[in-house]
């Protein structure tokens, strides 16, 4: 079991930016890799950003060169979001991906609007 705690969400004008964290608890041992997914409303999940074990970084066309995804020390994922425009308004869940199988967070919102 791996548990996940998303925070840093929030209201942000377009242009602004935030960083997202997420702490990892559990059987952290075990992980093959980390991501980032938002789900607008009416949309599907999809995937922001993705980082391996190794540290290979994988991004949405959509947010490349304004989002950045690191790992901190220790067991924390982060999520740096840079010129945030009104189409990132969304849930962001963090998942981690096991040898057991995916594990997600509760999710954190974010909102980009005047």
């Known amino acids: 079991q791996v548990q996940l705690v998303e925070s840093g969400g929030g209201l942000v004008q377009p242009g602004g930016s935030l960083r997202l964290s997420c702490a990892a608890s559990g059987s952290i041992s075990y992980l093959n890799g980390m991501g980032w997914f938002r789900q607008a409303p009416g949309k599907l999940r999809e995937l922001v950003a993705s980082i391996t074990i190794a540290g290979s970084t994988n991004y949405a066309d959509s947010v490349k060169g304004r989002f950045t995804i690191s790992r901190g020390n220790g067991n924390t994922l982060y999520l740096q979001m840079n010129v945030l425009k009104p189409e990132d308004t969304a849930v962001y869940y963090c998942?981690?991906?096991?040898?057991?199988?995916?594990?997600w967070g509760q999710g954190t919102q974010v909102t980009v609007s005047t």
């Open positions: 998942q981690a991906e096991t040898v057991f199988g995916d594990y």
